[in-house]
Structures are given as structure tokens and as C-alpha cells.
């Protein structure tokens, strides 16, 4: 039997000419049923698409007529009714009568063309089908969700039930290339819950994941999809039918600025809770994900059936069963709240999963938890914290089940709380846990796990209250530590490290750490070496967990610094002796090594130092020179011998590239010559770079400016918090050259989409610190200037 088989082709118009039958008046017809449903405000989410497909199959029904040995079936979004607006129609035509079939197919296309759909279509006989499915997993995937439209229903039925037998026959040869083809798309797309700007679809968590979930039950009979994925579904095409609506367009990506659009459009109060909901859906829709492939690996090792072996008892009322944490069926479980700390423990030590049957009984029985846990209640949970990388997975399934806020009812403040910038990796709740399993792998630096652990958990708590997080934690870590059982002076160490969190990578990145004055203060702040060593563990778990820009081998000496110097003070062994601004002992061998040149430089990957004669804007020429050849300032020492000038600045290069130290001199030269335009260079380029840029977070950090004078009296401290932009660090150093100032030592801090830059200045005629509060505040408001617009403060702040 001669077959023809049309492969799919994506079309986005038609081909030059239509059959002279096609319908004239049902493409204009059918724009205006679209328009009308799109312009329907009451129409949303699944709605929309319902209503959107059935006018979609009336219409193909009606091109195609009654006809027999045909079948038009909807794969895709058109197959599982979750069109959208700017949808493609997927289209198969089935047929049986293969010398008859391009006429046909032509009468189906070509209106749908004319109508201006994109069409995705392909004309195949069952047989062809069914082969192309069983080599191609996409197609596989299209044909489980694929519904009958119109024609003959019985060839339609045929395909699908056929179908269904080839997943359940052949489905182990699918599911290979369908994991490998899933993992190819997260690792494009991302994680949908954690990402400032989510692909709806193709993340980790979108609405291709719940295809895949379906495939997965149709090919391992143990794989069933939970119902309440429906609601996670529901947002999911809720927020992609208002994207496409107030875009017009066929995207899928959640852009910032869509955000605050498709909130209004859905009735979310604002853009957080639109993307809070978006985050909570894409984390149920992710982990029972991930539980679909387990049991589908367990199917593929035990197709058949097996006699499972005798549970093993691992606790009171918990026991190993099938390769899963159990309860007992004598499980005290609606006496005993701490069952779930039990098993969840037992599930991260052992590596194995929940199961089912047990996390219903623990929701649905489980009582409140008291005014004071018991001690074996508080070590389970500190074995669970102390689970390593396995207490992310743990707690994950806990919160599938509502069951963290059962443990901690203060954990619903920040359950799924969003963090709309770039710098933050994940949402509050996921960070807290993200920072404990890195905090297990440093238990043994410290002499006190169990404190470290606690205090990791707690330490952002407050993010989920009103005003300050720091201030609103300690009321929280303390009344949780106290219901946890620790004794006064433990919940003291936990509520320390709440308030003292940010004390470290603070000050290590912003204050001149050979100031014994700094040391001293941290030191006092601090007060014991204990609560030292948490704060540096902790400041290491809490930046790595944030994000890949919080932590760097540069932060990291920093603090290590900070914490050595802090430790010989609490020893005795602090030299309290007053460091000046002034050259030392190996600036004398650079000069020597500098003679006569006018312009001196050595240059590693970290480390450039100039020696020059002393000038007028000589520090704002070097630092726009270095954002001229592509390197970030992180940090600065200047300080000078006579007439010369000594600056030192640590850089680093985003690309890669260590500094070219004769091309950096012949730039300098050209700056101090004036043939090198520095401020218009990098206004250009920071233009250039702002239209092509995605923004970094959701609100642009607000400017600020604040005010202190150095402990030693020798210098006055300015501080600038703003959003980044290239050539900021140019600007703002101009600016305090233009008002008199000499820098003498700078800490340059990014911090993903924000700067902390803080600048140690006296004046050029004296050398001494400013006391004149106006000449303060006009420095500040020529600072505020050309920070990048906000309504921030426009007054001078102190920093204490």
C-alpha cells in the first residue's frame, strides 16, 4: 500500500496561494471569536483556554466536515485544552486513504493560515504515527496528551488507544532519552521557582513538566499523578494566558517587566504575591516530579511483582520498608508530633524517600506542637539539620506537605517568600535550608554544631516580617529557641548570631581592616571567640547559599582576615598601636624598583599598583582607566612619599583577563593627558550596556550616602550604597576630587545588582578629616546626583 506522509513543518504564514474552496468568510470569523474571548476579562487561566478550545474545535470541525478515514487530532497545548492566546496550533491529520489525503489536508491548512495561526501540522497514517512516536520522544510526548477533534472518531480512538498500548509495550525505551531531554531543559531554562525572570514552560517546575508526569503514568503503572497538581497547573496556565494577553505576543518568559501587569491582570495584591504563587506551584510541580522518576526507576528495576522483604524497625513507630521511611500502623501518630522530626531525620541519614502513605498520616493526624520540646524532640531535629546535602531533599517533602510549619509555625512567614533580585539564588524558606546544608559540611570548625546548625535556620527568620529582618529575627530566633529547650546562654548564642549575621562580611568589605579601632569594635560586638567562629562559619554558609556573586575567593580572605585579627584581640595578642596612612617598609623597596619613571606599574590577576607623581583626580583617572579595559575594582590603598603617589587596587576581571600592565600605562597616560575622555567613554558604554541588560532586581536599590568619622580620627568615612552601572566608580571618585578630597583607602563591594563602596577621605589642603557639616552636605547631594535616580535619602546618615 503506497502511503504519504506530510513531516511536521513550522509555519508561521502560508505558503503564496490558497485552494480556490477554501472557506472565504471563516478565518475572519474565527479572529473575531479570538479577539473577543481575549478581550474577556472574566475569562482566565483555564477558562480561557477551554472556552478558546472548544471555538477552536467547532472550527476545525467545520473546515473539515463529515468525512470518513480522516481524524484531525490536537497534540500540544491544543491537546490538553491549555491554549493561549498567542498559541500555535499542533495539528495531526489521520488518515486511512492515502491518494485522497492532500486535497483534504489543504482545505484544513489554508484557512487556518488565512486566519494567521502558526501551525504546527503533520498528516500521517495510525501506522506512521505510531512509528514516528515510538524513535522520537517529543512525539511520544505530543500523542499521550493528544485529544480527537474532528472526522472519524473511531480512526481517532484508534490511534490513541494504540498509543497508550505502545507506552505500556515499549515505554522503557522512552524513558532514557525523555530524562536526558528533560535535564537538557532545565539546565537551559532554570528552576522556575527560583529565577527573577521564570520560563513558564520549559523550566524546572513549568507546564512541560507535568506532560512529562503524565507520559511517566502511561508508560510505569506505579507512577500516578497527585491530584493537587491541578492547582499548581491552574496558576501556572493562569499566568501564561494573562503574559501572552497583556504582552500580545507568544512568550513565555516571566519578565520583570510583565510582572507587575500580569498581578494586576490576575488580581494578585502586587508582583511579590503574583511571583510568590508562581514559586509555591513550581516547587510542588517540581518535587513530584522528581518522585515520578523514582518510582519509574523502581518499575524499570522490579517490573515485576516481588514480595517485598519484612520492614526493618528504625525508631518508635518508624520503620524501613520498600526502600522507604514508614510509620508503624501502631504509630502513635496523633499522640506523638514528633514523628515527623523522626522520619524526617531517618529519611535524610538513610537517603531514601517518605512515603506517601506516611506524610498523609503525619498531616492529617499529627497534633500541634507544644510550648517546650523535649530533648530527644530537639537532638531529632538537630540530626536532621545536621543531614548534610540530604536535609534540602527532606525538607522539601515536608514542605509538600505543610508539615515545617507544623514543626515551626513561624515558618509560614517566610514559606515561599520570593527574593526579586538577582543576588539571591532561591525564596527565604529554600535559602534558610540551603545555608543549613552548607553549614553541616563546617560542624567540625566549630564547638558547638548544634548551635551553628539552629542558628543557620534561623538566621534570616525575620525576612518574613515587618521591618528590619535583623531586628524582627531576634524576636523570633528567641522565642523559638527557648520552645526548642536550650538553655539561656544557648538561645543568647542563637539570637547572637542572628544579630551579628552580617557582621562580619560587612565589615570585612567596607572598613579598613589594619584599623585597630575596626577590630576592637567587631571585638566588642562579638565578645567571645564561641560565637566568633559560628559567625564565620555561618557568613560562609549564608554567601554561598545566597548566590554565585555572594561569595568569592576575595570575600573569603577578607573575612578570614577580620576573623584573625578579631581573635588575637579576645587572646591578648591585638597590636593596638595606630597604623597610619603613610608608605611602609615594602612601599620603599617598590619605589626603588619605580626610579625615575614617570609611571610605574605592576600588575598580577589580583593586584595593580601604580606609582606616579602626585596629582590632582589622579584616583578617579586610574579607576576609570581600569573600567576602560575591563576590570572591576574591589577594594584600594593610596598613600604617598613626597611628591609621589602610591595606589594599590585590588581588581578582578569578570571575562577572565588579567590587566595588560603596559597597556594600562599607555591608557593612564593618554587620561592624564586629556586625550582619553573617560567620564563620555563610560557613559557611552554604560548606555550601550543598559539597553541589552536584564534588569537584576525587581526594585532598584535606593541611593544612599552615609557619613562616619575612622575610629583613629584621621580620616572621615564615606559610604555609598546604589545601584550598579559601569563607570559608577569613576563618577562617584570624581566627585569627591572635585570637592578637595584625597582618597586614602577604599573598599569596593558588589553585591549582586547593588554597590557598597566605601571611601576613606581627607582633605587635599590639610590632610585632615571634614568637620564642616555644609561642605558634608553638599558632598553628599553631588554624590546623590550621580547615582542612578531613585527616591532615596538626600540627606547625610551616619553609619552607626
Not at 537538557?184 to 528552576?191: K, P, T
Not at 553549614?439 to 548551635?451: E, W, Y
Not at 529557641?481 to 549575621?501: E, K, P, S, Y
Not at 567587631?522 to 557568613?539: D, F, K, P
Request: charged content about 30%; some cysteine.
Amino acid at each position: 500500500m503506497w502511503l504519504c506522509a506530510f513531516e511536521p513543518v513550522n509555519l508561521a504564514t502560508k505558503p503564496s496561494e490558497s485552494p480556490s474552496d477554501s472557506p472565504s468568510e471563516s478565518p475572519a470569523r474565527i479572529r473575531s471569536q479570538r479577539a473577543a474571548l481575549i478581550d474577556d476579562p472574566s475569562l482566565r487561566g483555564v477558562d480561557f483556554s477551554h472556552r478558546y478550545g472548544t471555538v477552536v474545535d467547532s472550527w476545525v470541525g467545520e473546515l473539515l466536515g463529515p468525512i470518513e478515514g480522516v481524524a484531525a487530532i490536537a497534540v500540544g497545548s491544543y491537546g490538553r485544552q491549555e491554549l493561549c492566546p498567542e498559541s500555535d496550533l499542533d495539528i495531526l491529520l489521520v488518515h486511512a486513504r492515502p491518494r485522497e489525503i492532500a486535497p483534504i489536508a489543504d482545505r484544513l491548512w489554508y484557512p487556518i493560515w488565512d486566519a494567521g495561526f502558526r501551525l504546527d501540522h503533520s498528516v500521517r497514517t495510525v501506522r506512521e504515527a505510531l512509528q514516528v512516536a515510538d524513535r522520537d520522544v517529543k512525539a511520544m510526548l505530543g500523542l499521550i496528551d493528544a485529544r480527537f477533534v474532528a472526522g472519524e472518531r473511531k480512526l481517532g480512538a484508534e490511534l490513541l488507544l494504540r498509543t497508550r498500548e505502545l507506552a505500556h509495550e515499549r515505554g522503557r525505551r522512552w524513558i532514557p532519552p525523555l530524562r536526558e531531554d528533560v535535564r537538557d531543559r532545565h539546565a537551559r531554562a532554570g528552576d522556575v521557582a527560583f529565577l527573577l525572570e521564570p520560563e513558564l514552560k520549559d523550566g524546572r517546575g513549568g507546564l512541560r513538566d507535568l506532560t512529562v508526569q503524565r507520559a511517566l503514568e502511561a508508560i510505569a503503572p506505579n507512577v500516578e499523578c497527585e491530584h493537587s497538581l491541578h492547582g499548581s497547573s491552574s496558576i501556572l496556565l493562569s499566568v501564561r494566558v494573562a503574559l501572552h494577553r497583556v504582552t500580545g505576543r507568544a512568550i513565555d518568559q516571566l519578565y520583570l517587566e510583565h510582572q507587575d501587569a500580569v498581578a494586576s491582570h490576575l488580581g494578585f495584591g502586587d508582583a511579590d504575591a503574583l511571583m510568590t504563587a508562581v514559586a509555591t506551584a513550581a516547587r510542588e510541580i517540581a518535587w513530584h516530579l522528581d518522585e515520578a522518576w523514582r518510582a519509574a526507576d523502581v518499575w524499570i528495576q522490579r517490573p515485576r511483582r516481588h514480595r517485598s522483604a519484612s520492614p526493618k524497625a528504625l525508631a518508635p513507630g518508624v520503620e524501613l520498608c520498600d526502600g522507604e521511611i514508614d510509620l508503624a500502623s501502631d504509630a502513635a501518630v496523633a499522640e506523638q508530633w514528633g514523628l515527623i522530626l523522626d522520619v524526617a531525620r531517618l529519611s535524610a541519614e538513610y537517603g531514601v524517600p517518605i512515603a506517601r502513605g506516611a506524610l498523609r498520616r503525619l498531616s492529617e493526624e499529627s497534633p500541634d506542637v507544644g510550648d517546650q520540646w523535649s530533648r530527644h524532640e530537639r537532638d531529632a531535629f538537630v540530626s536532621l539539620l545536621g543531614a548534610g546535602g540530604s536535609v534540602v531533599a527532606a525538607f522539601e517533602t515536608l514542605e509538600q506537605y505543610e508539615l515545617m510549619s507544623r514543626v515551626l509555625p513561624e515558618w509560614s512567614a517566610v514559606r515561599g517568600k520570593i527574593q526579586r533580585n538577582a543576588f539571591h539564588r532561591f525564596t527565604v524558606d529554600r535559602h534558610l535550608v540551603e545555608t543549613v546544608a552548607r553549614a553541616g559540611t563546617m560542624t567540625r570548625s566549630v564547638s558547638r554544631p548544634d548551635l551553628l546548625l539552629v542558628g543557620a535556620l534561623l538566621h534570616d527568620i525575620g525576612k518574613g516580617y515587618p521591618g528590619d529582618h535583623t531586628d524582627a529575627g531576634i524576636v523570633v530566633a528567641d522565642a523559638i529557641a527557648t520552645r526548642m529547650g536550650f538553655d539561656r546562654d544557648d538561645a543568647d548564642t542563637i539570637v547572637a548570631m542572628v544579630r551579628h549575621h552580617l557582621l562580619l562580611a560587612s565589615i570585612a568589605t567596607s572598613r579598613d581592616l589594619r584599623d585597630p579601632g575596626t577590630i576592637e569594635s567587631v571585638a566588642e560586638q562579638v565578645e567571645n571567640v564561641e560565637l566568633l567562629e559560628l559567625l564565620h562559619a555561618l557568613t560562609e554558609a549564608d554567601s554561598l547559599a545566597t548566590g554565585d556573586k555572594a561569595w568569592s575567593r576575595w570575600k573569603a580572605e577578607l573575612v578570614e582576615d577580620l576573623v584573625r585579627r578579631v581573635t588575637q584581640v579576645f587572646e591578648g595578642r591585638h597590636d593596638r598601636s595606630e597604623v597610619t596612612l603613610d608608605v611602609d617598609a615594602d612601599d620603599v623597596i617598590l619605589l626603588a624598583r619605580a626610579g625615575d619613571a614617570d609611571i610605574y606599574v605592576e600588575a598580577d590577576d589580583q593586584t595593580v599598583t601604580i606609582v606616579t607623581r602626585d596629582r590632582p583626580m589622579l584616583f578617579c583617572h586610574v579607576v576609570g582607566v581600569l573600567a576602560h579595559l575591563g576590570q572591576s575594582v574591589r577594594g584600594a590603598r593610596a598613600r604617598c612619599r613626597g611628591a609621589l603617589a602610591i595606589d594599590t587596587f585590588d581588581v578582578e576581571s569578570p571575562v577572565g583577563r588579567p590587566l595588560d600592565a603596559d597597556q594600562f600605562g599607555r591608557e593612564l597616560r593618554r587620561a592624564f593627558a586629556g586625550e582619553l575622555r573617560l567620564g563620555e567613554e563610560l557613559a557611552r558604554r554604560a548606555n550601550q550596556y543598559e539597553r541589552l541588560k536584564r534588569p537584576a532586581a525587581a526594585r532598584p536599590a535606593d541611593p544612599r550616602v552615609l557619613i562616619d568619622r575612622d575610629p583613629r580620627g584621621i580620616a572621615t568615612i564615606v559610604q555609598v550604597r546604589a545601584a550598579d552601572r559601569i563607570g559608577l566608580l569613576h563618577a562617584m571618585t570624581t566627585v569627591l576630587a572635585e570637592h578637595g578630597l584625597d582618597i586614602r583607602h577604599a573598599k569596593i563591594s558588589t553585591l549582586g545588582h547593588e554597590v557598597v563602596d566605601t571611601f576613606y577621605v581627607v582633605t587635599v589642603d590639610d590632610g585632615h578629616p571634614i568637620d564642616d557639616a555644609v561642605r558634608l552636605h553638599e558632598l553628599v547631594l553631588a554624590l546623590l546626583h550621580v547615582l542612578p535616580a531613585s527616591s532615596g535619602p538626600r540627606e547625610p546618615r551616619s553609619l552607626r
